[in-house]
């Protein structure tokens, strides 16, 4: 009997709801000086109608600062659990992007119904070109008791960064040309 109600337990456990933790940019290709904006988000939150909910948060991001530069004061929590307990607590520094919280409150009003909810954003500037991966370090998502909720592997993202082209010299040269032709007819007149 006892191995049967081990047996069952265990098979409970691989049947419970796992969640996802992401990172989306607002696109997939940027300008070097360009503006990127990265959303950590939890999904699949909801499976066969029941509704997993997570009560607090502790996830940190890599960033490569040889592609973009990181201001951690960009660091926004998006309300995922409402108002926090403690309030969010940011670790970040200029090559990672974390944020911590916990509440005992409610989180119905902002997670229910919800399959997917974005936690935090922070923005990046582009600094050269190439290919950009952000990675998880850490990525935890905890119950209303404290434990950690079991979560698929978190997936981070790659963009790329493409130098913005400069004018080529035939054209600038043409540029050049009908700005002489102009000014020359405009004398004459």
């Known amino acids: ?27 997939d290709t940027y300008n070097v000086g360009e503006t990127i904006t990265a959303t950590v ?12 909910y997570f009560f607090g948060y502790d996830i940190s991001v890599f960033v490569d600062s040889l592609f973009v530069s990181f201001d951690p004061t960009t660091v ?3 309300g995922a659990i409402g108002v926090p307990l403690f309030g969010p607590l940011n670790y970040s520094s200029a090559n990672s992007a974390s944020l911590s919280s916990a509440t005992f409150g409610p989180v119905e009003p902002f997670q229910a119904g919800k399959t ?4 935090f954003s922070f923005v990046l500037v582009a600094l050269s070109s190439g290919t950009v991966d952000l990675s998880f370090a850490k990525a935890e ?3 209303n008791i404290g434990f950690n909720l079991l979560l ?34 405009h004398a004459k007149s």
């Open 1 to 27: 009997m006892k191995k049967f109600f081990l047996l069952l337990i265990a098979a409970a456990t691989f049947n419970a709801n796992a969640a996802l933790i992401s990172i989306t940019t607002d696109k």
């Open 152 to 185: 698929e592997a978190p997936r981070g993202t790659s963009f790329e960064i493409a130098q913005v082209p400069a004018p080529g010299t035939f054209a600038l040269s043409l540029l050049a040309l009908g700005g002489m032709f102009f000014a020359r007819k």
């Open 141 to 143: 998502l905890s119950n």
């Open 41 to 52: 988000r939890a999904s699949e939150l909801s499976e066969s109608g029941a509704q997993t």
């Open 76 to 78: 926004t929590d998006l």
């Open 116 to 119: 997917e909810v974005d936690i």
